[in-house]
């Protein structure tokens, strides 16, 4: 199994991107995808997650309101859309995928490699 993300980069405070996770080897059209992230310094956070049928979202605190995670079954392709970034979301995003959730707790099987999102102020 393989994920694939892509979407990070630079932008200024306020602005948005958006996050890119492809999975292959295996379809999770039936399993929860999520992602995740990590600061420099800090340990990886949970950033949100979403069902296998797309329909149930769960997110951080930290990025409700403002992130909207998204699934693709036919593509087998995770989305997450960031908009009002601000210069605290800095980090490396890493796509999750399979796993089980539990009261708010989501612990993938399987991780891709990280891609680094910076927000300038």
């Known amino acids: 199994v393989q994920l694939q993300a892509s979407g990070g980069g630079l932008v200024q405070a306020g602005g948005s991107l958006r996050l890119s996770c492809a999975a292959s080897g295996r379809t999770f059209s039936t399993n929860l995808m999520g992602w995740f992230r990590q600061a420099p310094g800090k340990e990886r956070e949970f950033v949100a997650r979403?069902?296998?049928?797309?329909?149930?979202?769960y997110y951080a605190d930290s990025v409700k309101g403002r992130f909207t995670i998204s699934k693709d079954n036919a593509k087998n392709t995770v989305y997450l859309q960031m908009n009002s970034l601000k210069p605290e979301d800095t980090a490396v995003y890493y796509c999750a995928a399979g796993g089980t959730s539990y009261s708010g707790t989501y612990r993938p099987n399987y991780w891709g490699q990280g891609t680094l999102v910076t927000v300038s102020s």
């Open positions: 979403v069902s296998g049928s797309g329909v149930n979202t």
